[in-house]
Structure formats: C-alpha cells, structure tokens
C-alpha cells in the first residue's frame, strides 16, 4: 500500500512515519518537492503516483512555535482542496484535525464531539481547520481524526 503523507516533518507526522514505514510504503514529499497550494504541481504529482490512501497533516500552523502566521486561512484550505480535487486518484484520505475546530476562546478540556459547531474559530488555523472539518461531514472517503492536547517525541513544546 502506498500512503501519500504530508506533513511528515511535523510533531505529528513525523510519528506517523515512524510508526508505519515498515508496513507500509510511505511517500513524504517535502515542501519543496511538492507545493500543496500549487493545484497543477498536486494534479501532476497524482499523475506520476500510484497511492492508495492520503494522511493530510500538512498545515500552515498558527501555535507558539510559528515564525509566519500569515494567510494560514489561505494555505491550509488550498492543500486541502488541491488534494480533494484528486480524490479519484486514491481511495481514502484521513485528514489531521485539530482542538482548534471548537474554538480555542473555549476552554477544550472534556470538550465533547456533540459541541463541534457551538462554536465558530475567530483565529485563521481554527477556523481553516472548521470550514475543512464542516466540507468532510458530507464526504464518504474522507475522514478526520481531531488529534490534540497529545505530547510525545518530536514534540516542540
């Protein structure tokens, strides 16, 4: 099986490449290689690959260690869309979500899954990571995994 992932030098990533690369062939372009908010670079790439399944995790983030926040709105519905436009190029896509899709003025502790919506993302990567997370509910190969307030190795806290 062939795995396209994206974001692979990230916290997140980056385990995930770990964790899987002796099971799986993984194929982890870096930004260079592959530009997700060039929709034409993404269309050839699908091309020229053979993959099976798509892990997103690519974002433009917006946390404490982010050196330009700028057009985070922008970049990270791009990759996202650019990869969706695709989608009959792989079968199934897992998209990393995040807490940040209920809204980070709100406290996320015991967050449950039933408040996804109460709130709508004031900040650009929560709300980039909402109007993703509201387009996949009508999806069928798509799904999200709302990862956070996990640590572990690679972590740059």
Request: proline letters at 2%; charged letters at 25%.
């Amino acid at each position: 099986m062939n795995i396209l992932l994206t974001g692979s030098t990230g916290f997140i990533g980056k385990n995930i490449k770990d964790f899987f690369s002796d099971k799986y062939t993984i194929i982890s372009p870096s930004r260079k290689q592959l530009d997700l908010t060039d929709e034409s670079a993404v269309s050839r790439f699908f091309s020229a690959e053979c993959i099976d399944v798509v892990i997103h995790g690519a974002v433009k983030p917006g946390h404490r260690n982010t050196q330009d926040s700028s057009n985070q709105l922008y970049v990270n519905t791009r990759m996202f869309f650019n990869l969706l436009r695709n989608a009959d190029s792989f079968g199934k896509m897992i998209f990393i979500g995040s807490g940040s899709v209920y809204d980070v003025r709100n406290t996320l502790v015991k967050v449950s899954e039933d408040s996804f919506g109460t709130y709508i993302p004031a900040d650009e990567h929560g709300f980039s990571k909402y109007i993703i997370a509201k387009h996949l509910q009508e999806l069928k190969n798509v799904i999200e995994l709302r990862i956070f307030g996990i640590f572990g190795r690679y972590e740059d806290y």
